[in-house]
């Protein structure tokens, strides 16, 4: 109980810093059109290639939700990098905290946000024509996949963060990271269209399983044999990344 | 609990070869503000870390409150509060918000939390900023903000490490007003290091040096300047050798201790100002020259001379040069 209660209360802490920097927030609710509107310019020549099949925005929409959780996950480790450099972490890690929550909440933090630009991104696409055929429950599972995703890489960013210590150590991690597994996935690109190897690459890709595992749910009548399966290896991938980052708290605190 | 802290034989060492704590043993009675002091790389802050689980020990074995560090460390957190060298609020969080985190991670809740907060805002005289980011607040006030976080769930041992680095004097002499009541008034047992002797003279009823990694002496201040007959002679030399100033000082009667740091030449002599002009020829006779004589009552400075082996105002410069935190932990 009182590690759900700590992990509220770190939760809190974050979501208290969107609040108070209303231009950052505005950012984060304005890039989801940005991108939509952008890449749906700029990809719809992909709809006319033979052998693609349906209309781009459909396809697109969960392409740049599950973009979108990896781009704004993957950079919580900066606020650890902050708080190691200006003492917060140290009267963190004195106190009587789980240290699970230290991550946890801030994996709850990047979750909401996910769900904020998750929403501008499905609204936006209904008014632009998407038809989402997997209905609201659908659409739910969607996001579910892409928060999955956006937990492991914002855990992933926390323990990085935390070993390294250094802001340019994880912004060069992060952006060698986030563009090669958007690419190597169906995000923009029909998996059928890619090189033969960028499709085997794509099948442990874990970009790829939220990609495919939100087109199955929101786009079409929900095919459970795509969705259950990548679901499941997300759910695996976000908690072995928890444990990665909580065994990463008391690996820096070892190193002190 | 009748010792505060206990620490028995503790050792760490850092990679590649680096001896942070060489044996350190270390006992702090119940109720009393003891001081550490040694210069930088002494292993102050490693002891610190140590005692209040932020680091675990190679070896040896401490006691925090009664609870075994090593064993317990959990137990030890609720029992100690914390006042890191470095400022521990979140900048971008309103000073209540900080109070309120910290007393949340500690287990205190609603109306309980929330009159602890005031009270303790009222008290640190923060109450009329307790709606601001701290990162608005002066130093000062930061720090008083530290403390204040450091004590919300009422500690039996605090420690404070370094807490008056930085500030200036008026929020110095208010810092160890605070230190003092904390102490008379609320019989807390208080762990505090620092750089600076006159703070160990005026807070610590009981000083520890510590050099490289140990222990070196301790004592109350008094018995520790006890301990040093005769007045201190320090002579900056302008020209000569080491060996020729000390051969010159050797047949000085009633003069001892003499050491040569840098241009700096140290003596003790029962009667200083008797000594001096005897000192003075003795240089003359053997063609070192002098440009400036110091005496020195038993002070502090002089203990921590005699027993860490090095000037005190030697090892602040070196202090002032290294503005990390981690000094003792190479990178």
């Known amino acids: 109980m009182s590690a759900i209660h700590q992990t509220w209360q770190v939760y809190l802490r974050n979501i208290r810093f969107l609040r108070r920097q209303p231009a950052y927030l505005g950012m984060t609710l304005f890039?989801?059109?940005?991108?939509?509107?952008?890449?749906?310019?700029?990809?719809?020549?992909?709809?006319?290639?033979?052998?693609?099949?349906?209309?781009?925005?459909?396809?697109?929409?969960?392409?740049?939700?599950?973009?979108?959780?990896?781009?704004?996950?993957?950079?919580?480790?900066?606020?650890?990098?902050?708080?190691?450099?200006?003492?917060?972490?140290?009267?963190?890690?004195?106190?009587?905290?789980?240290?699970?929550?230290?991550?946890?909440?801030?994996?709850?933090?990047?979750?909401?946000?996910?769900?904020?630009?998750?929403?501008?991104?499905?609204?936006?696409?209904?008014?632009?024509?998407?038809?989402?055929?997997?209905g609201v429950g659908g659409v739910l599972v969607m996001l579910l996949g892409a928060a999955l995703l956006g937990a492991a890489f914002a855990s992933l960013s926390n323990g990085v963060g935390?070993?390294?210590?250094?802001?340019?150590?994880?912004?060069?991690?992060?952006?060698?990271?986030?563009?090669?597994?958007?690419?190597?996935?169906?995000?923009?690109?029909?998996?059928?269209?890619?090189?033969?190897?960028?499709?085997?690459?794509?099948k442990f890709n874990p970009v790829n399983w939220a990609v495919e595992a939100g087109r199955a749910a929101a786009m079409q009548k929900i095919d459970w044999s795509v969705v259950g399966p990548r679901i499941g290896l997300l759910a695996a991938l976000a908690l072995v990344c928890a444990g990665f980052a909580t065994w990463a708290f008391s690996r820096y605190q070892r190193s002190l | 609990m009748e010792q505060a802290i206990e620490a028995r034989e503790l050792t760490k060492?850092?990679?590649?070869?680096?001896?942070a704590l060489d044996g350190l043993s270390l006992t702090v009675p119940a109720g009393t503000i003891f001081g550490l002091l040694g210069p930088n790389g002494a292993g102050k802050s490693t002891t610190v870390r140590v005692l209040t689980t932020l680091s675990r020990p190679d070896g040896g074995r401490a006691f925090v409150a009664g609870i075994d560090v090593l064993a317990e460390p959990t137990r030890v957190r609720h029992a100690i509060g914390v006042v890191g060298q470095k400022h521990g609020a979140s900048p971008e969080a309103t000073g209540r918000e900080n109070l309120e985190l910290q007393g949340e991670l500690y287990g205190i809740h609603g109306k309980e939390l929330r009159q602890r907060v005031e009270e303790s805002l009222a008290r640190f005289g923060l109450a009329h900023a307790a709606s601001r980011q701290v990162r608005t607040y002066s130093g000062g006030m930061q720090r008083r903000l530290d403390v204040a976080m450091g004590l919300l769930h009422r500690p039996r041992v605090l420690f404070l490490d370094e807490p008056t680095t930085g500030l200036d004097p008026e929020a110095r002499s208010e810092m160890w007003r605070e230190v003092q009541r904390l102490a008379a008034e609320e019989r807390m047992s208080i762990l505090l290091t620092t750089h600076y002797m006159e703070e160990a003279d005026t807070l610590a009823s009981e000083i520890a040096i510590i050099d490289r990694g140990r222990i070196v002496v301790q004592g109350t201040p008094a018995t520790l300047k006890s301990y040093l007959q005769g007045d201190g002679i320090a002579v900056e030399l302008a020209n000569g050798t080491h060996a020729r100033a000390r051969a010159a000082l050797a047949r000085v009667a009633d003069v001892d201790d003499v050491r040569v740091d840098g241009h700096t030449l140290r003596a003790r002599a029962r009667d200083g100002a008797a000594a001096i002009p005897a000192v003075l020829a003795a240089l003359e006779a053997h063609g070192v020259g002098a440009t400036s004589v110091t005496l020195a009552r038993p002070s502090l400075d002089e203990v921590y001379l005699r027993y860490a082996g090095r000037a005190f105002s030697h090892t602040q410069d070196e202090t002032e040069q290294t503005a990390h935190e981690h000094e003792e932990v190479p990178a």
Not at chain 1, 87 to 106: I, T
Not at chain 1, 164 to 182: D, H, M, S
């Open chain 1, 31 to 134: 890039q989801p059109i940005i991108w939509l509107l952008l890449f749906g310019a700029l990809f719809e020549a992909v709809a006319h290639i033979p052998g693609f099949h349906g209309s781009y925005i459909d396809y697109l929409t969960p392409g740049v939700v599950v973009m979108l959780a990896l781009f704004s996950a993957g950079w919580t480790g900066m606020g650890f990098i902050e708080d190691i450099k200006g003492g917060v972490m140290d009267r963190l890690l004195a106190s009587p905290v789980w240290r699970g929550s230290l991550n946890a909440g801030v994996v709850a933090y990047a979750g909401v946000t996910i769900l904020l630009q998750t929403l501008v991104i499905v609204f936006l696409a209904l008014a632009l024509g998407a038809d989402y055929k997997g």
């Open chain 1, 162 to 202: 935390v070993l390294a210590r250094e802001r340019e150590t994880l912004i060069g991690a992060v952006t060698f990271v986030q563009l090669p597994l958007t690419f190597l996935s169906a995000a923009l690109m029909q998996r059928s269209l890619l090189p033969h190897w960028m499709q085997t690459a794509s």
């Open chain 2, 13 to 19: 060492s850092y990679p590649p070869d680096v001896r």
